[in-house]
Nanobody, 125 residues
Framework: VQLVESGGGLVQAGGSLRLSCAAS????????MGWFRQAPGKEREYVAGISRGGGSTYYEDSVKGRFTIFRDNAKNTVYLQLNTLSPEDTAVYYCAADRFLRSIGSARPGDFGSWGQGTLVTVSS
């Protein structure tokens, strides 16, 4: 599956953005989907995940209550709504997919087989 992210940009602290990840090549409902982020000089961090049907979600502790992951399988698209952003959220955000991943909790980058190119989110103070 090919993944293309969009929706990044520059936003002030406290603001919101919605990231989109459009999948093509295979039906996205066959895939567990996740969002990672990578800040300069830091490792890639798992932010959120969603099950194939959308009924289960996972969030990293620092984003719980602020970020929401959801998917529209009819549009082969997964979204990440980012609210109450802070400068610490500044990073390149990556969409990832995997057909065989069993659990969406505490996943690592190596657990996902397909990746998008990333979209930059910059939060100014």
């Amino acid at each position: 599956v090919q993944l293309v992210e969009s929706g990044g940009g520059l936003v002030q602290a406290g603001g919101s953005l919605r990231l989109s990840c459009a999948a093509s090549g295979r039906t996205s409902r066959d895939y567990v989907m996740g969002w990672f982020r990578q800040a300069p000089g830091k490792e890639r961090e798992y932010v959120a995940g969603i099950s194939r049907g959308g009924g289960s979600t996972y969030y990293e502790d620092s984003v719980k209550g602020r970020f929401t992951i959801f998917r529209d399988n009819a549009k082969n698209t997964v979204y990440l709504q980012l609210n109450t952003l802070s400068p610490e959220d500044t990073a390149v955000y990556y969409c990832a997919a995997d057909r065989f991943l069993r659990s969406i909790g505490s996943a690592r980058p190596g657990d996902f087989g397909s990746w998008g190119q990333g979209t930059l989110v910059t939060v100014s103070s």
